[in-house]
């Protein structure tokens, strides 16, 4: 009832005094609540280049620019019979690691979020499946696998969506990553990324969970044959071994591959290569050059 919700939240409102009871026995913490709460998420706003758009009255614009290689990209995608795959990723040993680190790259300029380690991930699991790095001709009658693992990063940025790619991911450090990351967010915000940066990409990532949403259904680049999206990293409950409940950092990631030459199979056991070290991150220290 009304009523119920309005004085549950003048109730939130007034700080409770402890009951003695309170004060006799402070509550055994359970599992769930040894780690802080995370903070509330703030409330979207509207993005700005959406509220340049006159109000109250129709409006019709020429699509150009970067809208417009978008709609032929896509036009070509739509024509790819697309495979989907999710799965979801236990991020909480990536979260503490990440952690970690962020202050000694922050101390150096370089800003640290998780996709370095992701990307190299990406890669270290290409370099068992070179099927996913590969690249398909228009009529699909050939296939190139690529050397290099010129991994792309789906970019929300103020013109648009871009994709530049980060480009011999199998000969850089995570580091090295996360530099060229800086570099690339730093000129698609000033829409100064270049055809060089644009163009080349061998398999593609998609972080949209950094705006929300757990799953997605991305759309491959064509001639690339695989793109991934990645959910929103949620503290959520799941079972320990002994059937314990447990709070862990979740995030969901979404395939896309191209079933004309990409087996499911073949894309679950990528994603699989590819989760154990995200799960694992120390793992990866095992095959890095
Ligand atoms: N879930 C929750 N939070 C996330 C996250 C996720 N999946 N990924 C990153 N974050 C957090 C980061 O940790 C960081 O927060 P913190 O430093 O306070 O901890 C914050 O979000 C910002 O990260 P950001 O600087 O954007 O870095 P990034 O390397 O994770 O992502 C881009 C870079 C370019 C991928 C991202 O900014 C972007 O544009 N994503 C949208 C992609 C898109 O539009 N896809 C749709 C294609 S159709």
Request: aromatic share 6%; net charge positive.
């Amino acid at each position: 009832m009304k009523e119920d919700i309005l004085s549950f939240i003048k109730d939130q409102e007034t700080p409770k005094a402890p009951s003695p009871a309170d004060k006799a026995a402070p509550a055994a913490p359970s599992a769930v609540q040894k780690t802080p709460p995370q903070k509330p998420s703030p409330l979207p706003m509207p993005a700005k280049r959406e509220a340049t758009i006159p109000v109250g009255k129709d409006h019709t614009e020429v699509i150009k620019g970067i809208r417009k290689a978008m709609v032929k990209t896509m036009t070509e995608a739509a024509h790819i019979p697309t495979f989907g795959y999710n799965d979801e990723i236990d991020m909480t040993r990536l979260v503490e690691l990440r952690r970690d680190i962020k202050g000694v790259t922050e101390s150096a300029g370089v800003r640290f979020s998780y996709m370095p380690i992701i990307v190299k991930a990406v890669s270290l699991a290409l370099t068992e499946f070179p099927i996913l790095n590969s690249i398909v001709d228009a009529n699909c009658e050939n296939i190139t696998y690529k050397a290099a693992h010129n991994i792309g990063i789906a970019m929300d940025t103020p013109e648009g969506l871009v994709v530049p790619s980060v480009k011999n991911v199998q000969t850089l450090s995570i580091y090295d990553i996360a530099v060229e990351l800086n570099r690339m967010q730093t000129l698609g915000a000033a829409g100064k990324l270049t055809n060089a940066e644009l163009t080349g990409g061998t398999f593609s990532l998609s972080n949209i969970g950094v705006i929300g949403g757990t799953y997605a259904r991305p759309v491959i680049l064509p001639p690339e044959v695989a793109i991934g999206a990645l959910g929103k990293l949620q503290r959520l409950p799941r079972f320990d071994d002994k059937g314990n409940v447990v709070s862990k950092e979740i995030m969901c990631v979404s395939w896309s591959a191209d079933h004309r030459i990409i087996e499911g199979a073949t894309m679950a056991r990528f994603s699989n290569l590819w989760k154990s070290y995200l799960e694992n991150p120390g793992l990866m220290l095992l095959y890095m050059r």
